[in-house]
């Protein structure tokens, strides 16, 4: 039996979106995160928590390391000889 | 051929061959298995030889003046201050792991250091000593950290040794074994529990023991007194380790290559050389104001318009010229720059020691030890009586020698070779030793194990045999 087509709204609506993939055992946690909290889905969440991180426009410093991080490094390496 | 090879790196930050090979081995049946049924020998380290950055020369297979950085932590630009630390975001290369994540294989990375923050691979990974705290992500994937904390009961994940610089030797010591226990009891967990093609971890306790004990057990040694409690502690820990490692082959598997590596080696301190202080002295570098007692030179006021040169201490120093148009209140002109550095070079080489004979210290330069100098290298690197001293980069120390290290007790400096075992089941060694192998040959040689070619220009060369 031949498929139906699908219809052209869905077609140009599906355009704008991609699919990433993610780890099975990750989508099953967040499910779990996610009940009772009103998000629709793990998709939603995903989509919400994303958005809110590119809206900060980058992500962390250079290194990664907050001034705080970096004390607790020197501080480490102070103690065990490498620094001074 | 890909994806059939399983190939496991053991590796013990620090361990030194004088011991392993040639000292305690027939204590060790672990390694005495490996090395009688593989290949061994002497591993040259990188320069300088040190954690940072040793370990990223090993799993990347290119020296640290291609890799870009020269120790823990290196300057950004030419500002006097400068500075940042070395981690896992300076390594720019592919490290083995990464290149396996490209072929589809799977790896598991406990400890190694340069690997905080973790990025994404195809694996799981426990990031190293250089991770801030354990409130840190310092696992990948993220759920791997509650899985960990499971695993030790609630017991706290120790990144490293805390307190090192104690004069309580036992805690420190339970502490030396607690970390390789937790870390054993990580990798054989992840063994049982994930599909995995590659597997390397890195215990620090060698060198933590080494530092921190090295005077007690060593006869040699200006410190050592007969009949401590810590005589035999090196010893008695690296017997425990090596049973602990006996079970960590068992999870490997019967057809899995190991390898056992160190990064560098161990050996007596001596004392320390207070780099600025002679600097000071010998009217290389000028200070507003001289201090009365130990102060880091970070602290003090310098006069750049007089200051040529400057060094930082650690287990060797760097020393940065104070070259105009560089650096900010620079007063060499940068015609004289190779005149006064080797200038300089001669008169360090020159320093006697405390008893005005000489010292045999070793003064490199960059661009002749390094494929390319990337970043910002020192204008010299220094190792004080060829490494049996160590670099104290403060002043107002009052000599130039000093004997007690102020930040704490520290015995041990390291030495340019580490170790090196490899043992193919499917191509036994007999037990052979191999002269002349670097650091840099152990990313292209277990990439060969994989049939896979490494980069263009990685310097090091597989390990045949």
Known sequence: ?84 | MPGKRKVAIIGLDCATPQLLFDRYLSDLPTLKRLVRGGVWGRLRSSDPPITVPAWACMTTGVDAGVLGFYGFRNRKDYSYDGMAFATSAAVKRDRVWDRLSREGLRSIVIGVPQTYPPRPFNGDMVTCFLTPSVESQFTHPPELKGEIAGLLGGEEYLLDVKDFRTDDKKFVLNQCYKMTEQRMKIATHLLKSRPWDFFMMVEMAPDRIYHGFWSHTDPTHPKYVAGNEYENCIRDYHRWLDARMGELVTALGPETVILVVSDHGAKKMDGGICVNEWLVRSGWLALADKPSKPTPLGKCKIDWSKTRAWGEGGYYARIFLNVRGREPNGIIPAADYEKVRNQLKAAIEAIPDHRGKPLGTKVLKPEEIYRKTAGVPPDLLVYWGNLDWRSVGQVGMGSVYTFENDTGPDDANHDYNGIFVMYDPAHPGAGRQLDGLSIMDVAPTVLRLYGIAPEADVQGKPITY
């Open chain 1, 1 to 84: 039996m031949p498929r139906p087509k699908p219809k052209p709204k869905r077609k140009a609506k599906g355009r704008d979106k991609v699919t990433i993939k993610i780890p099975r055992e990750l989508y099953r946690r967040l499910t779990t995160l996610i009940e009772g909290t009103g998000f629709g889905s793990v998709t939603e969440f995903i989509i919400y928590v994303l958005r809110d991180l590119a809206a900060g426009g980058k992500l962390e410093q250079e290194a990664g390391l907050s001034p705080r991080e970096v004390d607790l490094i020197r501080n480490r390496l102070k103690s065990l000889g490498y620094l001074e």
